[in-house]
T-cell receptor, first 111, second 112 residues
Framework: DTEVTQTPKHLVMGMTNKKSLKCEQHMGHRAMYWYKQKAKKPPELMFVYSYEKLSINESVPSRFSPECPNSSLLNLHLHALQPEDSALYLC??????????FGEGSWLTVV | GDSVTQMEGPVTLSEEAFLTINCTYTATGYPSLFWYVQYPGEGLQLLLKATKADDKGSNKGFEATYRKETTSFHLEKGSVQVSDSAVYFCALSANQGGKLIFGQGTELSVKP
């Protein structure tokens, strides 16, 4: 079973709010990812965690703050976002960094 | 750097037509190649993959063969259905920390 679960599926937040996106996988994967996707565009890598340590930060603004509490969980904390941050946020995981499996995504709207 | 180029969409086909979506890549080394599908309102699903030259990935009637000599990984299906309407992304992984390099995506619309 290749399942990555994301919550919430939809989130609307104001520009002064603080919210979090959550991701969970129970496949024993050791790498977890956050991607951002705008409509009909390919996903853009934001962060990579490998063995619970941040290994890649693609120069993402500090208003996005990732956290990996354990090997199964990945959070993305959101604060002071801008309307242009509205997008689909995809979590993903992989066993060895080769085949990457994506979740269903969280649709974020910033108002 | 590594890159993936897909044929531009949208592609519109009638049901039961033959589908080809072209994908070519540029990479140093020996990447793994993937096709992902994204149905409307959903996340990305891994459709098929190939990890070395001449490998053929297949799933749900879709096939793609890793052609090193032409640096291509074209997606094919013999008879498309309305339910195949989606955006298809070709991608490669050169195992650089698990980064996927995506093509721009090809939107497929299948009409009854």
């Amino acid at each position: 079973d290749t399942e990555v679960t994301q919550t919430p599926k939809h989130l609307v937040m104001g520009m002064t709010n603080k919210k979090s996106l959550k991701c969970e996988q129970h496949m024993g994967h050791r790498a977890m990812y956050w991607y951002k996707q705008k409509a009909k565009k390919p996903p853009e890598l934001m962060f990579v965690y490998s063995y619970e340590k941040l290994s890649i930060n693609e120069s993402v603004p500090s208003r996005f703050s990732p956290e990996c509490p354990n090997s199964s969980l990945l959070n993305l904390h959101l604060h002071a976002l801008q309307p242009e941050d509205s997008a689909l946020y995809l979590c993903a995981s992989s066993l060895s960094g080769n085949t990457i499996y994506f979740g269903e995504g969280s649709w974020l709207t910033v108002v | 750097g590594d890159s993936v180029t897909q044929m531009e969409g949208p592609v519109t086909l009638s049901e039961e037509a033959f589908l080809t979506i072209n994908c070519t890549y540029t990479a140093t080394g020996y990447p793994s190649l993937f096709w992902y599908v994204q149905y409307p309102g959903e996340g990305l699903q891994l459709l098929l993959k190939a990890t070395k030259a001449d490998d053929k990935g297949s799933n749900k009637g879709f096939e793609a063969t890793y052609r090193k000599e032409t640096t291509s990984f074209h997606l094919e299906k013999g008879s498309v259905q309305v339910s195949d309407s989606a955006v298809y992304f070709c991608a490669l992984s050169a195992n650089q920390g698990g980064k996927l390099i995506f093509g721009q995506g090809t939107e497929l619309s299948v009409k009854p």
